[in-house]
């Protein structure tokens, strides 16, 4: 069942926290309690873009072990609205997801998704993809939508600086998002179990990302994320970036790698010691009929699944793997049928909480570099 509000994380003082609970090399295991409920780390966050985990309820999520959602203030302010979610009761309410929610800042998907986007010191002004109507947003105004929407760690307004940017352009971007993130700090509102998270900038330069953690470190934050990676610098330049920031961090606040990623994506990361994920990878792939598994991804829409009457992935406990054929997941997709994705949704999930979850496991007896191994041989083994 969805986690109960009364139980989840209400209790002594209610503060955010995080606990360091084992390292194993530069990964680590840690706990953050939060106003909204606990979660263990390294974590992944299924994304919820506007309000909803596509094709899934609350507790159909929740069965996956996900502890923690991920929102976008760019699509819930276009539709339904801030201010609409806020007199509804909040975000929690609105999608009944007791437990903690992320919002990004906006600016992100601005630069992705909007029209005619207009970039100034201030802010950025843009025409929504919906209805073409012209919107404003700064550092002030998105820290307050995420207050509206009652988020649970809120994210400062930055710009993700685009792949490839020369030095100079990866400097002044960063450099505009450090004085962003001092307006996020200014405009967030301070309540107990609540969070704001800095977003590490700097492009794949390491004295621009030295420079970054410094800044934001001084300004002081609940946790830092590391933006301005999976933007197309792939994944050697993502690792070596990784190298030269995270041992930067404060050990004592939470690592989260934006937008990341693939499964090998995620266990690289949390060997140089990133603590949170977001990816839109296992629920929108999901519905295209691509399922992420332990010996590598499997197109159910191949033909070779039409006769197979085995589970997708024998060692998944998932309602696809322990109820249906890959015959039928195949022929559900094949149709169009709203099943079929919703069943690709559930195992890719489930997939990808249980790889979180065995990397906990794994940092805690010391068993990374084993792990690590198994993890690549499966994925070498390949599909039978
Ligand atoms: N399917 C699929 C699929 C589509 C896109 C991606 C890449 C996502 N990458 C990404 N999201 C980000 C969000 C971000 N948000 C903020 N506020 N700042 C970032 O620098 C940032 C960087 C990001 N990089 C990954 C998988
Ligand atoms: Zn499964």
């Known amino acids: 069942a969805v986690p109960d509000r009364n139980t989840a994380g209400q209790g002594a003082g209610d503060v955010f926290g995080y606990t360091l609970i084992a390292q194993d090399g530069m990964a680590r295991r840690g706990r953050i309690v939060t106003a909204h409920g606990a979660i263990d780390t390294p974590a992944f966050m299924p994304v ?40 509804l009761g909040g975000l929690h309410r609105f999608m009944n997801w007791p437990a903690p929610i992320l919002t990004d ?28 109507s012209k919107i404003r947003l700064t550092p002030e105004r998105s820290i307050e939508i995420q207050h509206l929407l009652d988020a649970t760690i809120t ?40 969070a704001l ?30 933006g301005g990676l999976a933007v197309g ?23 989260y790698l934006m937008g990341v990623g693939r499964p090998q994506d995620l266990v690289a990361a ?7 994920f977001d990816c839109v990878m296992p629920t929108r792939s999901g519905r295209t009929g691509q399922a992420f598994t332990r010996r590598g991804t499997v ?30 997941l195949h022929h559900l997709h094949k149709s169009g049928e709203i099943l ?15 790889l979180m979850r065995d990397m906990r496991n794994a940092i805690s007896t010391g068993g990374m570099d084993a792990f690590t191994q198994a993890f690549e041989a499966g994925l070498a083994e390949g599909d039978l």
């Open 105 to 132: 800042s906006g600016g992100f998907q601005v630069m992705s998704l909007a029209a005619l986007r207009k970039l100034d010191d201030d802010g950025v002004t843009f025409r929504s993809h919906l209805d073409g």
């Open 299 to 328: 197109n159910i829409r191949n033909a070779r699944h039409a006769d197979d009457p085995r589970p997708l992935d024998e060692a998944c406990g998932c309602p696809a793997c322990t109820q249906y054929s890959r015959a039928y």
């Open 270 to 276: 949390v060997r140089r010691g990133i603590d949170m």
């Open 197 to 226: 998270f800095g977003i590490v900038q700097g492009g794949v330069h390491a004295d621009l990302r030295a420079e970054s953690v410094a800044r934001l470190a001084e300004i002081g934050f609940e946790g830092y994320a590391v």
């Open 48 to 87: 919820g873009t506007a309000g909803t985990v596509k094709g899934l309820t609350p507790e159909q999520v929740a069965a996956t072990g996900a502890q923690i959602l991920l929102g976008n203030t760019y699509h819930l302010m276009l539709r339904p609205g801030a201010e609409r979610v806020d007199r």
């Open 155 to 194: 994210m400062c307004f930055d710009e993700c600086t685009p792949f490839p940017a020369t030095y100079d352009q990866a400097a002044s971007s960063m450099r505009l998002s450090m004085r962003w993130a001092g307006r996020s700090r200014t405009a967030f509102v301070e309540r107990p179990g609540y």
């Open 340 to 354: 079929g994705a919703v069943l690709l949704t559930q195992h890719n999930l489930w997939y990808y909480q249980d």
């Open 233 to 255: 610098e792939g994944f050697d330049l993502m690792c070596q970036t990784l190298d030269v920031t995270t041992p930067l961090l404060p050990r004592n606040r939470p690592r």
